[in-house]
């Protein structure tokens, strides 16, 4: 493994392998979250950037996991390159990105993307499919022939990593890991652990 001191040049450099052997999947990671009462929850979400500020997602601030950082902003993301053999562990505080930032991204998707972000109530509970379509329906009709507005209830966030670790396979399940962990003067110490 690259001995860096710097975990998001590491990062960097795992991401464009995968992008090389995945180009389609090497932006899923699983997203970790939490409830106030402690009760974890992980689904999958898509990386859209990343920088040294941290590693940007979107979704609809009135779904569970939005609900479960607005009450414990810390989270934990998990990205498994099967074909590399490499995993990468990340937690850290999450901060919503700017509403500039969020509609610069809103804007790139693809229109049947943008109205299902107007017609989905994600994580609630809905009557019926037919529910679901009849709101697509109407977001479609409503914006015929202009711009899809982005939703107020839909945007970023920034995981801002304090620990990172990553772990390479090795033979005889002697697998690298190293752990990388922000101190107090907010500069990375690296470890190498025990696999």
Known sequence: M?????????????FQDALQVLPEQANVTSLATSSSAGHPSVRIVLLKDFSKKGFVFYTNYESRKAQEIESTPYASMLFYWHILERQIRIEGSLKKTSRKQSSKYYSTRPRDSQLGAHASPQS????????LEERYNKFERKFEGCTVSLPKSWGGYCLEPQRMEFWQQCPRRLHDRFL????????????????
């Open 180 to 195: 990388y962990t922000k101190n107090s003067q907010k500069l990375w110490d690296r470890s190498c652990l025990a696999p």
């Open 124 to 131: 609630q509970v809905i009557p019926s499919r037919e529910y």
């Open 2 to 14: 690259k001995n860096t001191e710097d975990p998001l040049v590491l990062f960097s450099l795992w």
